[in-house]
C-alpha cells in the first residue's frame, strides 16, 4: 500500500511558523527610484528634501481598502470606528443560520409564559474554538473578546446563554479539527467562533480549515458558524486561505486584521496600544473584538425582518469540498482510548491540564499501538526543562520519522502536533514510539483521521 511520510524537519508546526503576510500593503506610488537619485546628485539639497516628501505624501493607504484609513489619530479607548468595522466584515456571508438562532432567543426572552428553569433549559450555547487568544492570553477576564460578546448578549438579547470556550495556547486548525467534535460538537453549540492565527498561510492549513468548518456545519442542530481573522505586529496571518473556505461556503467572516493593520501602517493606531507583544490583543485589542463581534449580531438582529430563516436547512454533505476533506472523520486518542500493546517505561499522566490520559515515560522507553487511520499525526509535550528527548516513531516495522521535545530556552512548555503520515486508504497498523534511556517524551494524543 502506497503511503507518504512526512519527515519532522518539515512537519508543519504553529510555533515557530514564519507565515506570508495578507491583507493589503501599502505602497509607495510617488515617485521613481532611479531619477530620484539623479536629482540628488545634481540638485541642491533643499530640493533632495522636497523630492523625499513629497514621495512620503504620496503613498496611499487606501489603495485596495473596502473603507478609508481615519484621517486623524484613533482614540483607541472610543473603540473602532465606522470604516475599521466597514473593512471587518470581509464577508457578511449567509446569515441564515446566525438570525435563526437570534430570532430563537429573542423570542425565548420575551415568553412571558415560560418559567425561568424551562427557559434555562433551551440557553442559547455560543462555543469558541481557537488558540491563545481565544483561551484570553493577556487580557483580563471581562475584557476577552470571548467575555465582551456574552456580556453584551446577557445585555442586550437574553440572559438565558451558555460559554464554550475552546481555546487553547499553541494550537492550529490542525489540532482543532480533531478536538472539536468532543470538546464543542457534542455540546450543541447554537453559534460557533473560530479563531486560529497560528495557522500558516498554505495549503495544509487551507485543508484542516476546511474540514473543520465543514464538521461544524454539518451538526444536527445547524449552528451559525463565524470565522474570526487575527494578524500579527507585521501582518502577517492566514486570512487568505482560510477566506477561500469561508467564502466557499458563504459563512461571515470578521477580518480583526483588515480593520487594524491598515491604521497601523498609516500611523494613526500604535500597535503597542492594542498588543503587548506582536501576536496577542491586549484589554482593549480584546475589547475591540469583542464590540465589533456584537456588532455584527446587533446588525444581524437589526434585519432579521429581511432574513428568510425558513429556508435554513442542513449542510448538504455532497457539495465539494475545495480541499478533499481530508480530516472530515478527525478524532484524538488518548492513553484509554488507544490500543496499547506493549508498553515499556510510559506510565499515565495528567500533565499538562488540557491533555489528562496521557502516556509519558521519565527515563525512556517504548510503547507500541495498533491504530486504525488513514493520516495520522501526534501531539507531543515540548518541553523546557532540558530533559525531554528525541522520539524514533516506526509504522508497520519502519521508521517514518524522529520527533525532537526538546524546547530548552524556549518560551515554555507546551504541546505540538505534527502529521507523520497519510495512507491511500484507511487500514490497521502498528505504530511504535521508542525513546532513549535518560529521556522522557509525552505522547499526548494519537491524532487520527
Not at 499501538?369 to 530533559?387: A, C, P, Q, S, V
Amino acid at each position: 500500500m502506497k503511503k507518504k511520510i512526512f519527515a519532522a524537519v518539515t512537519a508543519l508546526v504553529m510555533s515557530s511558523a514564519i507565515m506570508s503576510g495578507c491583507g493589503n500593503e501599502s505602497s509607495d506610488k510617488g515617485s521613481d527610484n532611479n531619477e530620484t537619485t539623479t536629482a540628488e546628485t545634481t540638485a541642491p539639497a533643499e530640493t533632495s528634501e522636497t523630492t523625499s516628501e513629497t514621495a512620503e505624501q504620496e503613498i496611499d493607504y487606501n489603495e485596495g481598502l473596502k473603507a478609508p484609513v481615519s484621517e486623524e489619530k484613533i482614540n483607541i479607548n472610543d473603540g473602532f470606528t465606522e470604516n475599521m468595522y466597514a473593512r471587518a466584515l470581509f464577508n457578511n456571508g449567509d446569515t441564515s443560520r446566525l438570525a435563526a438562532k437570534l430570532k430563537a432567543a429573542v423570542k425565548l426572552a420575551a415568553d412571558k409564559d415560560m418559567e425561568a428553569p424551562e427557559k434555562a433549559k433551551h440557553s442559547t450555547k455560543i462555543a469558541f474554538i481557537g488558540d491563545s487568544i481565544t483561551a484570553g492570553s493577556q487580557a483580563d477576564s471581562e475584557n476577552r473578546y470571548t467575555n465582551v460578546l456574552t456580556q453584551w448578549w446577557d445585555e442586550n438579547i437574553s440572559y438565558y446563554w451558555e460559554s464554550i470556550n475552546a481555546g487553547i495556547g499553541a494550537t492550529d486548525s490542525y489540532l482543532g479539527v480533531h478536538r472539536v467534535d468532543e470538546e464543542v460538537l457534542k455540546q450543541e453549540p447554537d453559534i460557533i467562533f473560530i479563531e486560529f492565527i497560528n495557522d500558516e498561510n498554505n495549503e495544509f492549513y487551507k485543508a484542516t480549515m476546511d474540514s473543520l468548518v465543514r464538521k461544524c456545519l454539518s451538526a444536527p442542530n445547524d449552528p451559525a458558524v463565524i470565522m474570526i481573522e487575527m494578524t500579527m505586529e507585521d501582518g502577517t496571518c492566514p486570512q487568505e486561505v482560510h477566506s477561500e473556505i469561508g467564502l466557499k461556503y458563504d459563512i461571515p467572516i470578521i477580518s480583526y486584521h483588515d480593520a487594524v493593520i491598515p491604521e497601523v501602517e498609516a500611523g494613526n493606531l500604535d500597535w503597542k496600544d492594542i498588543s503587548p507583544d506582536n501576536i496577542h490583543p491586549n484589554n482593549a485589542g480584546h475589547r475591540m473584538l469583542g464590540e465589533m463581534l456584537a456588532r455584527f449580531l446587533s446588525d444581524t438582529i437589526d434585519n432579521l425582518d429581511n432574513i428568510d430563516t425558513d429556508s435554513v436547512t442542513h449542510f448538504d454533505g455532497s457539495i465539494e469540498s475545495p480541499t478533499g476533506d481530508k480530516y472530515h472523520d478527525a478524532s484524538l486518542l488518548d492513553s484509554e482510548s488507544a490500543e496499547i500493546t506493549e508498553n515499556e517505561g510510559f506510565e499515565n499522566s495528567a500533565d499538562p491540564w488540557n491533555f489528562q490520559n496521557n502516556l509519558t515515560c521519565q527515563n525512556g522507553g517504548t510503547a507500541t499501538f495498533e491504530l486504525e487511520f488513514k493520516n495520522l499525526g501526534l501531539l507531543y509535550y515540548m518541553t523546557t526543562d532540558g530533559k525531554s528527548g528525541i522520539a524514533s516513531v516506526s509504522i508497520d516495522g519502519e521508521v517514518v520519522t524522529e520527533i525532537n521535545a526538546d524546547f530548552t530556552g524556549g518560551w515554555g512548555d507546551y504541546a505540538k502536533n505534527q502529521e507523520i503520515a497519510t495512507f491511500d486508504e484507511k487500514g490497521k497498523h502498528t505504530v511504535t514510539v521508542t525513546v532513549p534511556e535518560g529521556k522522557k517524551f509525552g505522547i499526548l494524543r494519537w491524532m487520527i483521521s
